[in-house]
């Protein structure tokens, strides 16, 4: 990672704020994005190796000024770690479609528009593109439609991505890890899109998102294809592979289980 130079999409928090902070460990220079600047600025401190942007994933120009500034700054890119994401929590019954509108925008076209301005520069540098998924990329969750939706939307993009390039030397990973600490629940979107400004999990029992980054920058090095981070998640991919009907059972069970689950609308108590 010595010298390399990895573009990072929503590293003002969680696992993408973990996976610059892993890449500036490995010597690599990075270049960071988020909407909210000033919260970038309070982790990071531009500098030599340190490239800061105010971006939004959802619009394509300011994915191209991103990339194009970050390219103009390192002379090159190396590596693009389309991680800026968000979720939801709520019915599909019950939801604003802006809602699964805006996760499509971020989740998804936000991974396009980044990867299309930087792939020139991959090619030529025989890098990587890298992607966080979710196992809601192999497993449709309930309460989380968009999110699911925006997840197989982007490994479909991702593995077609990956075989276009599978003679040019650059490669393609993404990854799935299981539940893990950071923001993403407390401000999921609610059915009217708001925030839900909680979480319903116990954060401090996750996997951390230092973990998280150090698996996942050990992949990008490794140029590994997938990865599915946790024995869970593996689990619910083979069982959904090999049972699905049995794996709709499990996972509802699951999810109704979460507190404030919105899936108690339909299950037979109503509570
Ligand atoms: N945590 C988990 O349990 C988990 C599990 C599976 C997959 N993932 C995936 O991991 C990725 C990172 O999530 P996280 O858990 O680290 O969440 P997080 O703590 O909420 O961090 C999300 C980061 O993305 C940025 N972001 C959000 N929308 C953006 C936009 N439109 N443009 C630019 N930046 C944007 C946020 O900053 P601003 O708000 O300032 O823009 C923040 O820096 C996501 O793709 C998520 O789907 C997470």
Known sequence: MKDKIIVITGASSGIGKALALEALARNAKVALCA?????????????????????????????????EKA??????????????????????????????????????WGAVYCTKYALPSIIKNKGVVASISSIAGYRGLPGRTGYSASKFALQGFMEALRTE?????ASVVWFCPGFTASNIRNVAKAADGT?????????????????????????????????????????????????????????YKHFLKEPGSPLHKYSSNGA
């Not at 500098?47 to 300011?62: H, N, P, Q, R």
């Not at 190396?78 to 939801?95: H, P, Q, W, Y």
């Not at 980054?213 to 619910?236: F, H, P, S, Y």
């Open 35 to 67: 909407r909210n600047l000033e919260k970038l600025q309070a982790v990071f401190r531009e500098g030599a190796t340190i490239f800061l942007y105010k971006a939004d994933v959802s619009k394509e120009e300011d994915c191209k000024n991103f990339i």
């Open 71 to 108: 390219q103009q700054r390192f002379g090159k890119i190396d590596v693009l770690i389309n991680n800026a994401g968000i979720s939801m929590r709520a019915l599909f019954d019950e939801v604003q479609l802006s809602v699964i509108k805006e996760l499509m925008d971020i989740n998804f």
């Open 165 to 169: 390039l599978l003679k040019t030397g």
């Open 195 to 251: 925030s839900q400004g909680e979480t319903p999990l116990a954060e401090n029992k996750l996997m951390t998102a230092e973990t998280s980054a150090k698996i996942m920058m050990d992949a990008i090095e490794q140029r590994k294809r997938t990865v599915v981070m946790t024995t869970q998640g593996k689990l619910t991919v083979w069982l959904n592979k090999l049972f699905p009907s049995f794996a709709d059972k499990l996972v």
